[in-house]
Every structure is written in C-alpha cells, then in structure tokens.
C-alpha cells in the first residue's frame, strides 16, 4: 500500500510541477499571478476531446490539436487581455483582475458549450498493471509520470540552452535592458504565455486520462495547488516548481494512506502555510531586495 | 436510512426555498447591496487588495456558522451570538496577520487563497458540528428583545439597513481617526510609512483584524436572512459578485459599491427573461443557460473595465480639498 501511494503521489506531483511551471514562467516574466492558468488546464483537456469525439482524430493527433489551439488561446489571452494593460502602463491588479475574469469567461463558456457535468473521457495508457516489491502498479501511473517529467526536461533545456530561452531569461531578469538589446520583448511574452498555456493542456489531458472524466470545474482545485506548489518551491524558480510538485503530490497521497480521502485537499495548503511560516520566500525561492 | 432520506427531502425543499427566494430581484439587490457595503471596507480597511477578496468569504462563513450554530442547536440569544460571530471572525483575522507577518506579495495572496480553502474544507468536511454539505436548516429569525424580525413582517430589512448604516458610520469614523490614517499609509507604501515612523505590524493586525470583524459580522446576517446554510453557500461566486460590483462602480467608494449593485443584481434576472423571451426564435439565438452567461458577462465586465476604466463607473480621484484632522493645520509657503 505504502508504494502505490508513493507512485501514485510521484505520478501525480510530476503533473503538479507541470503545471506549476507555467505559473512560475509567467510570473518570473510579467510578475503576475496568472489566475487564467487554470482554465487553460481545463481548455487543454476539453480540446482533447473536442478533437477525439467531434473531429475524429487519432488521439495523438487530438493531442498535438489541443496542444496548438490551447497554445494559441493562452498568446491570445496575453495579446488581447495583458499587452494593451502593458502598453497602458496599468496596475499590476488590473492585470490581474483581468487574468480573473478571463479565466472566468474561459470556464463559463465551456460551461455553456459542454455542461457542468461529468464527461466521460478514453483511457489513453491502459497497459495493465504490473508488480513491483510486492505493490501492484499501474502502467498509466508511471506512463504519466514519465511523460510529465520529460515535459519539464525537455521545458528546463530549452529555457537554459537555447539562444529563445537565453531571450526568456534575460526578459526575466530586465526587460528594458532587453529590449534595448534587441530583444522582441513582446514576443518573448507571447512565447511564455504560450509555454505555459501547452504544458498545462498535457496537464490537464494527462489527469482527464487517469480519472477517465473530465468536467469545466476540473481545473479549479488542481490550479490552486500547483499555484500552491509554485510558491511552496519559491514562484519564479523551476526547480523550486518542480520540488513543490513533488512534495505536495507525495504528501498528498501519504495523509490519504494515513488518515483517509476527506482531507486531502487540506494537506497541500497546510503544508505550504508551514513552509511559509518558516521560508517565507519559498524552498528554493531567494529574497528579493526592496527598492525604494 | 429513513432519517437519511428526510434529511433528503428537507434538502431538497430548502434548495426549492432558496431558489424562489432569488427569484425576487429585490431580495437578490438587497443582499448584493449588503454585500458590496462590506466588502468596501476591504481595500479601505486593510493592507488588502482585490486578489484577498476570498478572504472576506473565509471570514463571513466563520461569522455565518458560529451565530447560526449558537442560534439553531443551543438556543443562544440572537445578539449575543451575533457578537460572539463577528469576535471569533475576528480572532482569525488577528491570527491569520500574525501567520502572514514575513510574508510579501504573490505569498500572502496564497496563504489567504489557502486559508480560505481550509476553512471550507473544515466546514464540509466537520459533519458533527457544521452538518457538512446537508446544512444548517431552519434558522431561527432573529429576536431582538422580543420582537420576530421575520421576512415577512419586513423586519430584517430593517435589521440589514441598520447594519449597513453602523458599518458605514463606524468605518468613516474609523478611516478618519489615527488609526485610520495610519492603515492607508501602510496599504498605499507601507515603506514609506515605516520610514515615518508607524508601525506597520501594528496597524496591519489591527486592519486584519478589523475587516474581519466586520465580515463576520455581515455573515451572522446572512444565516437568519436565507433561513438555511450549507458549505456551497460561501464560495467563489459570491466573491466574484462582489468584485465584479465594486469594479463596476468604483473602487473603494460607498457610491460605487450601491450603483453597481444596483446595475449588477437585476443582471440575473434579465437574462432569465430574455431565455423566456426567445423561446420562439430559432434554434441558433435562443440562450439556454442564464446563469452561465451571467458569469460569462462579470468576466467581460472585469475585462472590459479593467481596460478602459480601472477606476470603476464613479471612481477616480476627489477633487474636493484634502480634510485635515483636528488639530493638524495647512500651512502653505507663499
């Protein structure tokens, strides 16, 4: 029981870090909670099965489907949404506040489109199960953890070897600085926001295939969390995403072995009000200097 | 079994009530109205801004469950378990000031957005006390030195008008004492006002703790006036409501809260009858789910307003002169 837990908590905990990275990529840039994520999570998965049930399409194709329109609504959100607040010289609340509204236009209308209920969604790793130290595991969780951790390889490479990812951070770091240097700043942000917005469709497709369903609330606890582990990792930092990922996935599945399911969504937030208390800044997370 | 299955049916007549009660714009405007009077106080109250509207939730669903419990299983007088509510609401906010201390930025937005999610976790899942997602059911009406304020009799109109009047007069007096002065500087730059000497833990705990007073004494309004609470009573859509008004009418003012309650509470309504409306038009035009497009308007508006009038419908800034306080005199250089 302890081992299945333990899988299932890392499986599940790679899919957190997934999408708590594409909170930390666009915070690190535009130093914005970005509230949209979590329905772009739930647009990833829904565009999934838009493309399996009404398009017919293979579903790897359905995939890469969701992968490009999900993509593109998250540069249509910073495009139509964010830049002209940029260009305004707005407050970072009005900012957000539209990042709050947006999402909820994005959930409501899928609301409207599909129903609130409960959608029954393919099993795309159905491989059985197999034996590991006497626990029974399934190949889905290992599948999707596996397919999870190298998304964020792949995410960690291309930020850090690559002369766009040098781009991306070097906008994360000053982006007046950047700009002078020839740097599109506006389409390093585009590019985030659509980073961010594909890594969280695969989020979103991955646990819609572990629960085999998915619904236009999925996205709302799962955001919280990730958003959760981002800062528990220290927002803006990737390992720090990642580390925070795990944990609250492990610990999450831990307390269901130990004290049961009606708590599990307690865990994760407790956890990080005690990691705050003492790490206000976050694992991984450094303190920034205040400028006066 | 049999209980169970009552307890069903009871369920499924207080949600039948509560449906009609909505029903009526009047009532709806009325606690939207309520609403948005309290939650002006947040940005003027504390170092709070919008993104911590949850948190006023958390704190009228503290405020809300301890009067209702007191009130329905132990027969408490109505006044005193209105009191214990709001200090209790309170007690929390002290707390959750004190916990969020260190804490700067996107941080304390987490730890707020968290703290509320553990107090409705605590509320669905503590079936003992809170009788989880069933519910807290016939709600005694208040009993102010005995006399029923009932809704048919009007007296809780009466009773949510002068809890709106006390809570405008007691922030304007507040806001314009010491104290008061001391908590915008923090919220407006709360390095500067550091720099100026005021202590800003103090003032942040006494804002904390303040706003969530009042929240909480807003929530033990809330119990008797619906008559039945359960967990999905105190979620995102009531402080998504109160967002979209302030945003409408403009932030942090008592005219902006009531014009956008006024604009936003029909809203409902409005839809509903064009669904009706235009049932005979083909297929294509006709709108199917009211509430849904309703949230799907908030967004617009919150986007829309974000974009072209962040200061809201009468925000902005004063053009009156700047009132100095007792004893403070301008002295302009010419």
């Known amino acids: 029981m302890f081992v299945e837990q333990l899988i299932n908590g890392l499986a599940i905990g790679t899919i957190y870090a997934l999408v708590a990275v594409g909170y930390s990529l666009v915070f690190g840039i535009l130093r914005l909670v970005n509230f949209t994520h979590s329905s772009v999570y739930t647009l990833g998965a829904f565009m999934v099965y838009v493309g399996v049930e009404y398009l017919h399409l293979n579903i790897f194709l359905a995939i890469l489907f969701s992968l490009v329109t999900t993509g593109f609504a998250g540069v249509m959100i910073d495009k139509m949404g964010l830049e002209p607040l940029r260009k305004k010289g707005a407050s970072k609340i009005s900012a957000m506040i539209t990042t709050i509204g947006l999402s909820y236009i994005i959930i409501n209308c899928l609301n409207i489109a599909f129903g609130s209920q409960i959608i029954r969604f ?3 790793f159905n491989y059985g199960t197999f034996k590991l130290l006497g626990a029974t595991i399934a190949w889905q969780q290992v599948i999707i953890g596996a397919v999870a951790l190298i998304l964020l390889v792949a995410l960690s490479i291309f930020i850090n070897r690559t002369r766009i990812g040098l781009a991306m951070r070097a906008v994360q770091q000053e982006p007046s600085a950047a700009a002078i240097n020839g740097i599109n700043v506006n389409m390093i942000i585009s590019l985030t926001f659509f980073l961010g917005a594909a890594s969280a469709a695969i989020a979103g497709t991955l646990i819609a295939s572990y629960n085999q369903y998915l619904r236009s609330s999925m996205g709302d606890i799962v955001g919280l969390k990730a958003f959760a582990a981002a800062v528990l990792g220290g927002i803006g930092s990737l390992p720090g995403s990642v580390l925070g990922g795990l944990i609250i996935g492990v610990s999450e599945s831990m307390a269901v072995y130990k004290l049961g399911g009606s708590y599990i969504d307690m865990v994760a937030f407790s956890l990080l009000f005690l990691v705050l208390l003492i790490r206000p800044y976050g694992i991984l997370g450094r303190k920034g200097s205040t400028k006066v | 079994m049999n209980m169970k299955k009552e ?24 606690i939207l109205l309520a609403l948005a009077l309290f939650v002006y106080f947040l940005p003027k109250m504390a170092t709070l801004y919008f993104q911590r509207i949850a948190i ?17 299983y132990r027969g408490t007088n109505y006044l005193v378990a209105v009191i214990l509510g709001a200090c209790l609401a309170g007690a929390f906010g002290a707390l959750l000031a004190l916990s969020t201390m260190r804490l700067s930025g996107t941080y304390v937005t987490i730890v707020t957005m968290a703290f509320f999610y553990v107090i409705s976790s605590i509320i669905l899942n503590w079936d003992s006390v809170t009788k989880g997602s069933v519910g807290v059911l016939n709600i005694p009406a208040p009993n102010l030195f005995g006399m029923k304020l009932t809704m048919k009799n009007g007296g809780i109109f009466y ?40 202590n800003n833990k103090k003032y942040k705990i006494i804002a904390y703790t303040l706003a969530a007073f009042f929240a909480g004494l807003a929530g033990t309004l809330y119990g008797p006036f619906m008559g039945y609470i359960n967990n999905a009573t105190f979620n995102y859509d009531i402080c998504i409501s109160a967002l979209v008004i302030v945003i409408l009418g403009g932030i942090g003012t008592v005219k ?38 309703r949230f799907v308007i908030y967004g617009m508006i919150m986007v829309i307003m974000m974009r072209f009038r962040p200061q809201g419908i009468l925000g902005g800034q004063s053009k009156l002169p700047y009132k100095m306080p007792k004893g403070v005199e301008r002295k302009v250089m010419k």
């Open chain 1, 122 to 124: 393919p099993d795309l």
């Open chain 2, 7 to 30: 307890n069903k049916s009871l369920y499924t007549k207080a949600v039948i009530t509560i449906g009609q009660l909505w029903e009526n714009p009047i009532i709806k405007g009325i």
């Open chain 2, 56 to 72: 006023m939730v958390a704190f009228y669903a503290i405020g809300a469950y301890t009067a209702v419990l007191l009130t329905t």
């Open chain 2, 159 to 198: 009773l949510i008008m002068f809890y709106a009047a006390l809570t405008i007069l007691a922030t304007q007096l507040i806001i314009n004492s010491k104290v008061g002065r001391a908590i915008k500087a923090v919220r407006d730059d709360e390095m500067a006002a550091i720099m100026m000497g005021i």
């Open chain 2, 256 to 293: 902006g809260a009531i014009i956008g309650a006024i604009i936003i509470s029909p809203l409902g309504e409005l839809l509903r009858g064009l669904t009706t409306f235009m049932k005979g038009l083909p297929e294509w035009m006709q709108i199917s789910q009211p509430e849904q497009w």
